[in-house]
């Protein structure tokens, strides 16, 4: 914001007049003596429409966000097994989430990236949460090898799948999710264990 890129908007993150709030941010060392540029205003005005789209209720208050409600965090950054309470507001979102970015109206300005390293992969657009719930250590690391859902790790990756898969809605007679969770009731690790305890019981009573 002081360096005039754009205002920190009321999801905490940068947006930009020229591209709304889809932003990498970099950085450019220099010895050049340069003209610091003016500071940007915040141009959010009476706008909210980023804190009524967060499923999990974590921009309570405009400017700050709750890290613990937050879906991006607790999906990729959370070791632990996240809150009983927030499980089905996450709906089917295993990596992230960006809902308060997607609102963001100054998003119309922003133009269509045309970097391949920005596209999605092949085969990661609306994956198959029963084959995604198959994956062992290897083939999870194999699959995503040079991408960032590599650093979750295999175990909070499952756990985040599960709980996709709790909220999907098909029933245990329906359809394979049900299939592919119950081995993981016995799945070594306890984080998957408890995802996919809590996972079979929506399925089961729809």
């Given amino acids: 914001m002081r360096t005039g890129i754009g205002w920190q908007g009321k999801h905490t993150n940068l947006v930009s007049r020229d591209f709304g709030s889809w932003l990498f941010l970099g950085e450019i060392f220099t010895t050049l ?3 610091a540029d003016a500071p940007h205003t ?11 789209a ?3 209720d974590a921009l309570r208050v405009p400017y700050q966000i709750d890290p613990t409600r937050c879906i991006s965090y607790l999906t990729i950054e959370h070791k632990g097994a996240i809150a009983e309470d927030l499980r089905q507001a996450m ?27 920005f596209l ?7 994956p198959l949460l029963a084959e995604l719930a198959g994956l062992d250590d290897a083939a ?19 756990r985040n799948v599960l709980i996709a898969a ?25 984080l998957v264990r408890t995802a996919a305890i809590w996972a079979l019981r929506p399925l089961e009573s729809t």
Avoid: H, M
Wanted: net charge neutral.
């Fill in 33 to 35: 003596k340069l003209t």
């Fill in 42 to 52: 915040d141009q959010c005005g009476s706008c909210d429409r980023c804190i009524k």
């Fill in 54 to 56: 967060c499923p999990t």
């Fill in 91 to 117: 709906g089917n979102r295993i990596y992230g989430c960006d809902d308060c970015l997607a609102a963001c109206p100054w998003n119309k300005f922003a133009p269509v990236a045309d970097e391949p390293a």
């Fill in 120 to 126: 999605p992969r092949d085969g990661t657009a609306a």
């Fill in 140 to 158: 999870f690391r194999q699959r995503f090898a040079g991408s960032p859902v590599k650093r979750t790790g295999r175990d909070r990756f499952l």
């Fill in 166 to 190: 709790g909220n999907s809605g098909e029933t245990a007679d329906d359809g394979p999710l049900a299939a592919a969770i119950k081995p993981l009731i016995d799945d070594p690790s306890p």
